[in-house]
């Protein structure tokens, strides 16, 4: 029976199949088994198929979408999105690492927010990000 719900769910990467509910085809009741719960589970498909979007969007105009670590840092999702080829908006020098670690260009890696301390800007510059958005007169000449 597709209802409503089901229309939905697909829309967000998880589906019934046979009665059971799944994500990218997957039984939600075998990572309840492997993993325990509460587990948060994403769709690895629908990831993917909304950068590729996003990013098609810009057509031939030269661009780089970043996103956002601060939104979702684990490690599954930043490894999904740098295999896409996708940028990196950080905040912090934990952020920093947890990108690269999950095989994030530091080329494609703008390092944003306020506050960052001599030691944030140390490991940007020694990891060879792309740019520092600067947020004061003060900050840039700590750059």
Same mark, same amino acid.
């Given at each position: 029976?597709?209802?409503?719900a089901?229309t939905v769910?697909?829309?967000?990467g ?9 994500c ?9 088994? $492997? %993993? !325990?719960?509460?587990t948060y589970?994403?769709?690895?498909e629908?990831?993917?198929?909304k950068? =590729?979007r996003?990013? *098609? @969007? ?13 939104a979702n ?9 740098a295999a ?12 920093l690492m947890?990108v $690269? %670690? !999950?095989g ?5 890696i703008?390092?944003s927010?306020?506050?960052?301390? =001599?030691?944030?800007i *140390? @490991? ?5 990000i ?7 007169l003060?900050?840039?000449?700590r750059?």
């Amino acid at each position: 029976m597709n209802t409503t719900a089901d229309t939905v769910l697909r829309r967000t990467g998880f589906e019934r199949i046979d009665g059971e509910l799944c994500c990218d085809g997957f039984p939600l009741s075998e990572v309840a088994r $492997l %993993h !325990a719960t509460p587990t948060y589970v994403y769709s690895s498909e629908l990831i993917r198929e909304k950068y =590729r979007r996003y990013d *098609a @969007a810009f057509g031939d105009a030269a661009h780089l979408v970043c996103y956002a670590a601060k939104a979702n840092s684990t490690m599954g999702v930043l490894g999904l999105l740098a295999a896409e080829g996708a940028g990196f908006d950080i905040v912090s020098q934990g952020e920093l690492m947890r990108v $690269l %670690h !999950a095989g994030g260009d530091p080329k494609r890696i703008v390092f944003s927010g306020v506050g960052k301390t =001599r030691s944030d800007i *140390a @490991a940007g510059l020694a990891a060879g990000i792309r740019c520092f958005n600067v947020e004061s007169l003060a900050e840039l000449e700590r750059i």
